[in-house]
């Protein structure tokens, strides 16, 4: 299990890694919102190595057989491989070349809302909000279990959703 694991956990999380690396330093070009548009579409790419890695499992492994909860431990093993690569990647990007990225999040988010109308206590009220993330974000623990808990619910879904559909 353990080189099935890995080998599709590393796949997906180069994946995932690779275009994080990518697309982050032109966040200003791409724009936050289609930024997360890519990301989130990066990931559902790279969780599809949760049912390959599954699927592989069930027929290398098991004969041809699985039960859900060999296959949700196995896709969720899978899943947290992919999600450190992230991390990991994220942890490199932030500290290592992008300390302003809350400062430019911060000044899109404030931006946007002024855009949509806020009044300027609540522009106010959100910039307080955004500052007091950006000092808590600065923790590297904080910023690891922030960066955990992006991909981590699609992992979750995907690991699910290949679960009940392989175990047949």
Aim: glycine letters at 10%; a neutral charge; one cysteine or more.
């Amino acid at each position: 299990m353990q080189r099935i694991v890995l080998t599709f956990g590393l796949i997906g999380g180069a994946l995932l890694a690779v275009m994080l690396l990518a697309t982050v330093p032109f966040q200003e070009q791409i724009g936050f919102d289609r930024g997360a548009i890519v990301g989130y579409t990066t990931m559902v790419l790279a969780f599809l190595m949760v049912y390959f890695g599954v699927r592989s499992y069930r027929e290398v492994v098991g004969g041809g057989a699985i039960t859900f909860g060999r296959a949700f431990q196995v896709g969720l093993l899978i899943s947290l491989v992919i999600t450190v690569c992230y991390v990991a990647a994220w942890q490199v990007m932030y500290y290592g070349f992008m300390p302003d990225f809350l400062d430019k999040y911060t000044a899109f988010a404030l931006e946007k809302a002024r855009q949509g109308g806020a009044s300027e206590a609540d522009l106010a009220r959100q910039a307080n909000e955004l500052r007091d993330f950006a000092v808590m974000y600065r923790n590297p623990l904080v910023n690891i279990a922030f960066s955990f808990l992006e991909p981590l619910p699609v992992g979750l879904v995907f690991t699910l959703v290949t679960a009940g559909v392989l175990r047949w």
